[in-house]
Nanobody, 124 residues
Framework: QVQLVESGGGLVQAGGSLRLSCAASTRTFNTRAMGWFRQAPETEREFVAAINRGGDRTYYADSVKGRFTISRDNAKNTVFLQMNSLKPGDSAVYYC?????????????????WGQGTQVTVSS
């Protein structure tokens, strides 16, 4: 079982930045790729970014490429999402996700575990 707890969401003006963190309570953290997804009201949950278990390969949705950066600290069982140049369209609940152990992931891979989500609101 993997428990994921997100933090760092909030209200920010357009053009601003936020850094999300996700703490994972599992001894298998460094065997799992990790990801971030988001869901705005009345929309489906969508992929935002993912990072492989070693942290040397990352994947991004086209909508956030160049603005968001995913990273991880395996020593602290934590994954981060640095969000810059935020737009009102980025407003959503952001979910941290953990994939199956040793899975090779891409943007279509379904995670195995989800956090409870953290709200990000970008005002215009």
């Amino acid at each position: 079982q993997v428990q994921l707890v997100e933090s760092g969401g909030g209200l920010v003006q357009a053009g601003g930045s936020l850094r999300l963190s996700c703490a994972a309570s599992t001894r298998t953290f460094n065997t799992r790729a990790m990801g971030w997804f988001r869901q705005a009201p009345e929309t489906e949950r969508e992929f935002v970014a993912a990072i492989n278990r070693g942290g040397d390969r990352t994947y991004y949705a086209d909508s956030v490429k160049g603005r968001f950066t995913i990273s991880r600290d395996n020593a602290k069982n934590t994954v981060f999402l640095q969000m810059n140049s935020l737009k009102p369209g980025d407003s959503a609940v952001y979910y941290c996700a953990a994939y199956a152990t040793f899975a090779v992931v891409d943007m279509t891979t379904r995670p195995n575990y989800w956090g409870q989500g953290t709200q990000v609101t970008v005002s215009s």
